[in-house]
């Protein structure tokens, strides 16, 4: 039997399917829409037989189901082997799966034990029109380059993608496909993890790249008290306030807060980088952003040339006068 078909890991979690295996289910329709094969979503998880109709409606043709009541939390152990058995029997060419913390513990132990390859962190994917082969792109070096990687000679051909790189398709809920069961049969032997209890974190969750608004601030904001600035503007546009890893290194402003390769992939409707130089790991973040205001002291930085509207000045200058421009028109 040979390799056919794109099929995507959907991650749910308390039966809520996350945004990244949407947006995946998207990325693998165009993809199977290419090579003229079916899109699989493959969810495992306990009673979840519910959720497959809104895999259809993203995009799905199938809609593979494990449903045991080991898998209801994510547990390494059962899910890998859960996955693998899934991919052996739908012998996908393809098999996405999203860069969270899920995807990647799971994705390198399925390829693995598949004997096949994987590509981290794809910020685009295509199929090579003469040979059909998948090819997956991200940043190497440090950012530096993007390098595009083949997997020629082993099947699956494996990637994962950040949440927020690709997108999903519009909801259709006229869209009809087929919804299977598969038996993994696992064992309470294959469980070798006991939870005990699951703790939230209590702390207001903020989510940069839901953000319609995002407020940026790298390095030439001088000091942590001049977050402030940024904080009145996003206030006025009703914002979320993000930055460069200058700031995020400098303890300015949180992790979760930070853009660009090593942080979030963002996409608002309006980004302000506020000074903030523009390096290739800040931009592959941003890019794809709306509309990008750059503001910089320095005419030259890189930052401009991704920008929609450059201001060169002082941001402590700019912003506030900004702000207040804003206040004055909401009169
Ligand atoms: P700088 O480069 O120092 O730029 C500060 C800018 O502020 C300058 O352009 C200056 O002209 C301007 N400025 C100064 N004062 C003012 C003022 N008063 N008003 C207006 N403008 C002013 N970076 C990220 O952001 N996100 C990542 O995810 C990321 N991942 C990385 C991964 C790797 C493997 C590596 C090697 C690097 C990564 N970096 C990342 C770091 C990146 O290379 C840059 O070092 C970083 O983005 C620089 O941050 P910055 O623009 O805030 O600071």
Not at 292 to 315: Q, R, S, T
Request: with cysteine; net charge negative; glycine share 8%.
């Amino acid at each position: 039997m040979e390799y056919k078909g794109v099929l995507v890991f959907i991650e749910q979690r308390n039966k809520e399917v996350q945004k990244v295996s949407l947006e995946l289910l998207g990325k693998g329709r165009e993809l199977a829409d290419k090579l003229g094969v079916d899109l699989t979503a493959a969810v495992l998880g306990y009673d979840i037989e519910n959720i497959s109709d809104e895999l259809i409606h993203y995009g799905a043709d199938k809609v593979v189901i494990v449903d045991d009541k080991r898998l209801k939390y994510y547990i390494t152990e059962p899910y890998t082997k859960a996955l693998k058995k899934v991919i052996d029997n739908e012998m996908p060419e393809i098999v996405l799966i999203g860069a969270t913390s899920i995807g990647r513990d799971i994705g390198p132990r399925v390829s693995a034990r598949i004997h096949t390859g994987l590509t981290a962190d794809c910020t685009s994917l295509d199929i090579d029109e003469e040979n059909k082969n998948l090819l997956m792109t991200r940043p190497a070096f440090g950012g530096n380059i993007m390098a595009t990687i083949v997997c020629p000679e082993h099947r699956p051909q494996m990637a994962t993608v950040r949440p927020g790189v690709m997108q999903k398709i519009q909801k259709d809920i006229n869209r009809v496909g087929n919804i299977e069961f598969f038996d993994v049969n696992l064992s309470d032997n294959d469980v070798n993890v006991e939870i005990l209890e699951i703790v939230k974190e209590e702390k207001k969750k903020i989510n940069i790249e839901d953000a319609k608004v995002l407020i940026s601030g790298g390095r030439g904001i001088g000091n942590k008290e001049n977050i402030s600035i940024l904080k009145e503007l996003s206030n006025e546009l009703k914002g979320e306030v993000s930055g460069s890893r200058a700031v995020v290194d400098e303890g300015w402003i949180k992790k979760d807060r930070q853009v660009g390769q090593t942080g979030k992939t963002v996409r608002p409707d309006l980004y302000f980088a506020c000074g903030i130089s523009g390096a290739i790991q800040h931009i592959a973040g941003m890019e794809d952003s709306e509309f990008i205001v750059a503001i910089n002291k320095n005419k030259e930085a890189p930052i401009f040339e991704v920008a929609d509207l450059g201001i060169v000045g002082d941001l402590k200058k700019v912003i506030p006068a900004l702000v207040e421009e804003i206040r004055v028109s909401k009169l």
